[in-house]
């Protein structure tokens, strides 16, 4: 009897309609890339001081200007060149006192300005930006700039916890409902973070946002492999992580074109809710619906798929079956990952990758917001160099062994991260430049760390691909045997 591939190899294995299923869920992954990295432009952290009562109307009487204003009234930056007293310590000084002259007003205080007392800034800050953040809106400086990362991590928290559900929704009641469920779900709390009153909703609704948003993505990831030939898998699903890489690049634009946090947050929120629509344009996976034994959708659904790529239906359509419907009897679990030596291996290589991986991207991107430059045009170049980091996978992939080019990424980030230790932060194009051969070599890992995963583990256990993976089984009936 015919398989899915069989068939898919005589209805067109990439033709009108699979390219039409890409292009369309290709826009779920670009919108994807503000929720992964965009605390980059949401929580920027601008120059700022403390905000002194008296110290405004004393400038204005002396006709200062701002550089004079800083001179006079803020703390140097202390010991070694640290910035903390200057951002988080004010003067113990009443700047309403008449005494206070306009020139070196402090000089009649002390000898020194060092001999002056600190305190804490007890009225806020002063920031130094046009637009506004949630660091400005929530004073998340100083003593508070923890939870900037805190924010952050909440996101990380809830794609680690909707991974050990958003697998099973997905198998039990198919890639397209678990798809529409989490996308809705992320676009409400997308909207719900916008507008947020305080910052202990802001996290919550950022925590609830993430448990779903990874869900979206992945389910898109497995509709697009699963209506694909087998001799077109891997191709799309570089391309489909590509697709996020042009979410990086406008989401550089809309930050630029909407500097205040509030708006770019429903800027990229809003058109989420437009992907509900493929309840009508997207087909549930036909391999799923075999697995569920509804045949006669699956039918209907490839059916469709010969009449959009110009091929006529085939008559046999009723004797298909899938090949590897034996993963019913090996009930897939997390228990799997760890069966056997070489899985064990497996699985511990590929956790340590993923985690590696993971940070180090995060970290090369949170860098570029912190190297004092201009922060839209240094996202936008460390975003660009992923599309020659996907031009290398898709060049080689095939011609050279993956563990090689993994091996050889993990190096090229692995040199620029140390190279940048010893790079001072005056030299900014330099210190962008070796950002970027990391973010590049970084890029990488990640897209064939997710690639490997998809080809290895059922749905259940890694969420990127399907549970009747031949590969899986391979794997499986060759250990069995001994081999």
Not at 61 to 90: D, H, I, K, M
Not at 196 to 223: C, E, H, M, N
Not at 377 to 382: E, I, K
Not at 454 to 474: D, G
Request: aromatic residues 12%; contains cysteine; charged residues 15%.
């Amino acid at each position: 009897m015919p398989t899915v591939d069989d068939i898919l190899e005589q209805v067109g294995e990439f033709g009108w309609f699979q390219k039409q299923i890409f292009l369309t869920l290709c826009l779920l992954s670009a919108a994807f890339a503000p929720l992964y990295v965009g605390i980059v432009f949401l929580a920027f952290t601008p120059d700022h001081r403390c905000q002194s009562p008296g110290v405004a109307e004393l400038s204005r009487r002396c006709g200062w200007s701002l550089a004079e204003e800083l001179n006079y009234t803020v703390p140097g930056p202390g010991a070694a060149g640290e910035v903390f007293p200057r951002q988080c310590r004010r003067y113990e000084v009443d700047w309403n006192q008449s005494a206070l002259s306009c020139v070196d007003p402090l000089a009649g205080l002390a000898a020194n300005r060092s001999h002056l007392p600190l305190g804490p800034c007890r009225h806020g800050w002063v920031y130094d930006s046009p637009g506004s953040s949630i660091v400005t809106e929530f004073n998340l400086v100083c003593d508070d700039s923890w939870k900037v990362d805190l924010f952050q991590s909440c996101v990380n928290v809830g794609f680690f916890l909707g991974s050990l559900g958003v697998g099973y929704i997905a198998d039990r009641f198919g890639r397209k409902l678990c798809l529409l469920a989490t996308t809705l779900t992320s676009a409400v709390m997308g909207v719900l973070t916008a507008v947020a009153p305080d910052y202990p909703s802001l996290v919550l609704f950022r925590l609830l946002q993430g448990l779903v948003s990874k869900g979206s993505w992945t389910s898109g990831y497995i509709l697009i492999t699963e209506f694909m030939g087998l001799s077109h898998r891997r191709t799309v699903a570089i391309l489909y992580q590509a697709a996020y890489t042009v979410g990086l690049v406008l989401l550089s634009g809309v930050a630029y074109a909407l500097p205040h946090w509030r708006w770019l947050q429903l800027a990229v929120s809003l058109p989420t809710f437009l992907f509900l629509l493929y309840y009508w344009c997207v087909p549930e996976s036909p391999r799923w619906l075999l697995l569920q034994k509804r045949n006669t959708q699956v039918i209907r659904i490839m059916d469709r798929v010969a009449r959009k790529n110009g091929k006529r239906p085939l008559a046999d359509l009723k004797m298909l079956s899938l090949e590897e419907d034996v993963t019913e009897k090996l009930s897939p679990s997390f228990a799997d990952l760890f069966r056997t030596p070489h899985l064990r291996r497996h699985t511990f290589i590929l956790m340590y990758l993923w985690f590696t991986s993971s940070v180090l991207y995060q970290g090369l991107i949170m860098h570029v917001g912190a190297t004092g430059g201009n922060l839209y045009l240094d996202f936008l170049y460390s975003a660009l160099v992923e599309f020659p980091a996907t031009f290398i996978i898709l060049a080689t992939m095939d011609r050279f062994s993956l563990v090689r080019l993994l091996a050889l990424s993990n190096l090229v980030a692995a040199a620029a991260c140390f190279a940048m230790v010893f790079i001072s932060h005056d030299l900014h194009w330099l210190n962008i430049t070796v950002a970027c051969v990391g973010r590049m070599g970084i890029t990488i890992v990640f897209q064939m760390v997710c690639m490997v995963n998809a080809e290895l583990y059922p749905t259940f256990v890694r969420i990127t691909k399907p549970k009747e993976n031949t590969i899986y089984l391979q794997v499986q009936t060759a250990e069995r045997a001994g081999t």
